[in-house]
């Protein structure tokens, strides 16, 4: 099943969080953040709904953005999915949403972040290293073993980007100009920040995240690699326990 429905996320253990279920104490067992996502999602399917309520703070408009800019830098190999919610063929409750798709060969998630995180992220990515990954960044890893997984593709790629400081200009002037968020199924209103009315282009840019032409790090970081199986069955156990819990707490 797919599509972009809040049905198909509400009451599952969805790929964003997936790495609470991976959380485990020294004994190997489930840490307190496995239980508490359970908890949670008991209560959601309770509710009738998300017990989050949506804040569309400027980095959450800033990294919608980006995934469409840099889309169409990467578009060729991928298709854009980042609206298309995937539900597990066998098990319950298990839903995801991917950013890219290449179909039957990998999965792909984009992650554009505020500058500290960035360089983090992307300095970890050129490494190269699953294991270095997994443990500095989980929630990223999982996302992408958990995706792997709904899609049925054996390779992931994490990529982390952030504009140069020409391609945010051109950016800016295409919200302004053109028809870059109409194009892209974004919200104009939700981007006034972005509005060249009554301020200088220059505020603006430096408002926001960018590359300057000195720096030592790439505009897009990426690092593809092949999922483990042994991940993959791990994850899938510890969906099938917390959905055997869930179960518990539905009765």
């Not at 505020?203 to 993959?232: C, G, H, R, W």
Request: with cysteine.
């Amino acid at each position: 099943m797919s599509g972009l429905d809040k049905k198909l996320r509400n009451g599952y253990f969805t790929s964003s969080q997936i790495s609470r279920l991976c959380a485990s104490l020294k004994s190997g067992l489930p840490s307190s953040a496995f239980y508490t996502y359970v908890e949670e999602t008991y209560y959601s399917i309770m509710l009738g709904r998300s017990l989050s309520v949506e804040i569309n703070t400027v980095p959450v408009k800033w990294g919608r953005l980006m995934e469409c800019v840099l889309f169409g830098m990467v578009g060729l190999e991928y298709t854009m999915q980042h609206k298309n919610t995937i539900t597990s063929k066998t098990l319950e409750r298990h839903s995801g949403t991917p950013d890219l798709e290449q179909k039957g060969v990998k999965v792909g998630e984009i992650k554009c972040y505020y500058p500290k995180k960035f360089a983090e992220l992307s300095i970890c990515l050129g490494k190269k290293n699953i294991e270095l990954l997994k443990s500095s960044f989980p929630s990223e890893y999982w996302q992408c073993v958990s995706n792997a997984i709904l899609t049925g593709v054996d390779k992931a790629e994490l990529l982390c980007f952030m504009p140069t400081k020409d391609k945010l200009i051109e950016v800016i002037e295409d919200i302004n100009n053109g028809d870059l968020l109409e194009r892209n199924g974004l919200n104009p209103s939700d981007y006034y920040f972005m509005s060249t009315e009554g301020k200088f282009l220059e505020e603006i840019i430096e408002s926001l995240p960018y590359l300057p032409e000195e720096a030592k790090l790439d505009s897009v970081n990426t690092f593809e690699f092949e999922v483990p199986q042994e991940d993959k069955d791990f994850l899938i156990q510890r969906v099938e326990l917390a959905e055997a819990e869930l179960r518990k707490l539905l009765k």
